[in-house]
């Protein structure tokens, strides 16, 4: 099991970008500080240009509902490139939701 974080800035609706390498996530821990929003995944191969992460093999936006202090499952939702960039955004109804206050999101992979 490996813990990674991403780091939404205050005042902010999209995370810093980190590396997914060959891990496999399947469990995001959002924080109590967390402003109830829906978190959605982007990856890049370069680490510059992102891409909406594909749900079943079809590439779209995929919502993932994230209230504050929640666990969510994320395993086997869809599929998680393996070698890329990752990125979340915090969105409700396609609006941006700032985060006021840095918000860490734990990700658990294997």
Do not use: H
């Amino acid at each position: 099991m490996q813990v990674k974080t991403a780091v939404i800035q205050a005042g902010q609706f999209v995370s810093d970008v980190f590396s997914l390498g060959q891990i496999t996530p399947y469990v995001i821990i959002t924080p109590s500080s967390w402003v109830p929003a829906n978190l959605q995944f982007q990856f890049s191969t370069d680490g510059t240009s992102f891409y909406d992460v594909s749900y079943k093999g079809i590439p779209m936006e995929v919502v993932c509902p994230a209230p504050n202090a929640a666990v969510k499952l994320v395993a086997d939702m869809w599929t998680w490139p393996n070698g890329t960039y990752l990125k979340f955004i915090s969105r409700t109804n396609k609006a941006n939701i700032i985060q006021p206050v840095a918000c860490t999101l734990r990700i658990i992979a294997t």
